[in-house]
T-cell receptor, first 114, second 109 residues
């Protein structure tokens, strides 16, 4: 079974530039998560979806970040105007069902904002 | 405040030594999961461990939900065990999953 796929693997931007991250979850997984992991910290939830619906985006900086999952499968996370503080690894994860189901992660996208 | 506390923050071992990593939760939880994060960043699930003890090779995870804690024991450590070990907590009433900041393990020859 294919795992969670993310692209690109790396991104380097100047401040003010935009970037999009793409995630393809495990087939059949209805719940999809985006996490931000700054250096030397644990992953921090940005947003998660159940099918195409946003369940919790309270930690997503809404002025510059947006996330969609239009068909309940693939998802895109976009940063409109990147800042140096956005430098981190962006991880996508998926699971099936309710909160007791185990989580599977992609390789992540390492973002550097100069 | 931090809902998931991991200790120690870092650990250096000689190859062959054992390690005990701890994870403590500040609130009630449904379940938890241990991950290994490779130096290049990808996360590998080690244990999905709602409660009790599970073993896989040299790794043993013990979770006591009532006491809000979990431990990961690594026996006879190897150089390839080096990396970051993360624990994650599954809350009772939603899909929000909280991570600790990890234990960075270095195993030296």
């Amino acid at each position: 079974e294919a795992g969670v796929t993310q692209s690109p693997r790396y991104a380097v931007l100047q401040e003010g530039q935009a970037v999009s991250f793409w995630c393809d979850p495990i087939s059949g997984h209805d719940t999809l998560y985006w996490y931000q992991q700054p250096r030397d910290q644990g992953p921090q939830l940005l947003v998660y979806f159940r099918d195409e619906a946003v369940i919790d985006n309270s930690q997503l900086p809404s002025d510059r970040f947006s996330a969609v999952r239009p068909k309940g499968t693939n998802s895109t996370l976009k940063i409109q105007s990147a800042k140096q503080g956005d430098t981190a690894t962006y991880l996508c994860a998926s699971s099936f069902g309710d909160s007791n189901e185990r989580l599977f992660f992609g390789h992540g996208t390492k973002l550097s904002v100069l | 405040g931090q809902q998931v506390q991991q200790s120690p923050a870092s650990l250096v071992l000689q190859e062959g030594e054992n390690a005990e990593l701890q994870c403590n939760f500040s609130t009630s939880l449904n379940s938890m999961q241990w991950f290994y994060q490779r130096p290049e960043g990808s996360l590998v699930s080690l244990f999905y461990n709602p409660s009790g003890t599970k073993q896989s090779g040299r790794l043993t995870s013990t979770t006591v939900i009532k006491e809000r804690r979990s431990s990961l024991h690594i026996s006879s450590s190897q150089i390839t065990d080096s990396g970051t070990y993360l624990c994650a907590m599954f809350r009772n009433n939603n899909n929000r999953i909280f991570f600790g900041d990890g234990t960075q393990l270095v195993v030296k020859p």
